[in-house]
């Protein structure tokens, strides 16, 4: 009964905390319930000068990340407190060195006021709050301020306002395309009730309103697509504040970055012409690569094999180099779509970039390697796996250059394929270069001990080895494990 009436008493404290501190920093998405709101004037963020070596991106021209050791006196944030907080009280009242409930503080604007040490030694983190003009401060129990500010800390319930006045002045009526398929709406506007939508990746949108959304990540964005659906996500922008490392923007948390749910439209149209040239034309991969494709109403990421052709339907920037590739495959008719830094160059630029993330080291323009194929052949290639009656060009295409080649005296051949665990792929081939069987068998020098079990029980001619490459297992790895030996 007692945690009962505890969770009604926290319910109700969030109500009335929201209620007796509206302000212009709350935003909702439309259609949410909504009964009555007092607009609270607030100044803007004073914004810190630019370093001269600027980054190109829209993120990184706008928003400056700012440790707590970088903090400036009056720069803005929002309490907002999570479930932990509603235990730990982050902040003392600094007229009576009082632990205050962060649920009294919930929407309030503090204002950083610098840092001091107590008469115990500790450090002190100095706020003024707007709403109520008292001071409060978050204290430093163990070590100095210059041991705690460098960490990614921070103070606890905080959420940077700086960023989201710079987002409305750059982003409100801007054109944004969505990176992410999962977006979110508002179902009330008293309470932080919300629902999870799906969206189309790519499509086009408008930015209607900027808030603050959590002191994690900090920035609202809702927006509109053509239908006049509205739906938003919570960003962080600089991460000033936000409590976590940039190693843990992935996964869930990917799309809460904001280049994970947004791609900047209206502010890169200007090197749109850049990419014109390349529209319509015909490319194709130079090696195996990971690509989204779209069909069945379903999205999947596939794995796309070299000297696959494309049509380039469409080039979206994203931010610098980096952008989104549109392409309908040749024969299949089915679109797929990459994102891309757009480099026609074979080398990297960037040694932290990797090098399938090249246009020009992954595509080549024209046309694959054109064959006379059939159609068993060809959704075998698509696959990564062999087939009876597959030809030497048909199997390279499938699973790329044999490590080691082994011919009879009779003119048959043996591809062997090296891959992962000791194992190996031995594709046969009669005197006319065709493929007879394949099977799969562990290299002799494994420490399995397994011998090599050939599904042809006919007794071969001595074989010698003629020739070794060296560039095809990565390939085989890539296209992942085979299906189980059969002869088709």
């Known amino acids: ?35 009555e709101v007092v607009p609270l004037s607030v100044a803007n963020t004073s914004v810190a000068e630019r370093t001269e070596n600027e980054p190109t991106d829209f993120v990184g021209k706008n928003f400056k990340y700012y440790s707590l050791c970088d903090w400036k006196p009056g720069m803005k944030f929002m309490v907002l407190p999570e479930k932990y907080d509603l235990i730990v009280k982050t902040f003392c009242d600094a007229s009576t060195g009082k632990e205050v409930s962060s649920m009294t503080l919930r929407y309030q604007i503090m204002v950083y006021e610098g840092h001091t040490v107590s008469s115990e030694g500790h450090a002190r983190i100095n706020f003024k709050c707007l709403g109520n003009d008292r001071m ?16 990614k800390m921070g103070v606890p319930t905080l959420a940077y306002l700086g960023d989201v006045d710079i987002a409305r002045e750059k982003l409100v009526g801007k054109r944004l395309v969505t990176k992410s398929t999962i977006f979110y709406v508002d179902s009330d506007y008293e309470s932080d009730g919300v629902k999870e939508v799906k969206v189309p990746m790519n499509q086009e949108v408008v930015v209607r309103r900027v808030g603050v959304g959590t002191r994690s990540f900090p920035v ?32 869930d948390n990917t799309r809460h970055a ?27 991969t130079k090696y195996v690569t990971g690509m989204i494709s779209k069909g069945d109403g379903r999205e999947r990421t596939v794995r796309v094999p070299k000297l696959t052709t494309f049509i380039i339907d469409q080039i979206t920037p994203l931010r610098g180099n980096e952008v989104s590739l549109v392409l309908t495959e040749n024969e299949s008719r089915r679109q797929y779509f990459k994102d891309i830094i757009f480099n026609t160059e074979d080398y990297l630029i960037d040694s932290s970039e990797s090098e399938e993330n090249l246009f020009g080291y992954l595509f080549a323009m024209g046309e694959g390697v054109a064959r006379q194929t ?9 696959a990564g796996r062999v087939i009876a009656g597959m030809s030497e060009d048909e199997v390279q295409l499938a699973v790329g250059e044999p490590d080691r ?6 003119g048959r051949n043996d591809w062997i394929y090296l891959r992962s665990k000791g194992k190996l792929l031995i594709v046969h081939f009669d005197r006319t270069h065709l493929v007879t069987s394949y099977n799969t068998a562990m290299d002799s020098s ?30 085989w790895d890539l296209l992942g494990s085979p299906v189980q030996p059969q002869v088709e």
């Open 258 to 284: 904001f280049y994970g749910s947004f791609g900047v439209l209206d502010d890169i149209m200007a090197v749109k012409g850049t990419y014109d040239d390349y529209i319509g034309k015909t490319v194709h």
């Open 136 to 151: 409060y401060y978050y204290e430093v129990l163990n070590g100095t301020f210059e041991d705690y500010c460098y960490n």
């Open 220 to 251: 609202k964005i809702i927006v509109e697509d053509a239908k006049g659906n509205e739906f938003y996500q919570n960003v962080a922008l600089s991460k000033t504040n936000c409590g976590m490392r940039d190693d843990e923007f992935v996964m």
């Open 1 to 35: 009964m007692k945690r009962l009436f505890l969770t009604m008493g926290l319910t109700l404290a969030f109500t009335i905390g929201y209620a007796q501190n509206p302000n212009d920093y709350i935003v909702k998405t439309r259609g949410a319930k909504k009964t």
């Open 374 to 382: 059939s159609p068993a052949a060809r959704a075998a290639i698509r």
């Open 405 to 410: 080649i082994v011919a009879d005296s009779e």
């Open 446 to 475: 494994s420490k399995s001990g397994k011998k090599t079990v050939r599904r042809s029980t006919k007794k071969a001619p001595a074989r010698t080895t003629t020739r070794k490459t060296t560039n095809s297992r990565q390939e």
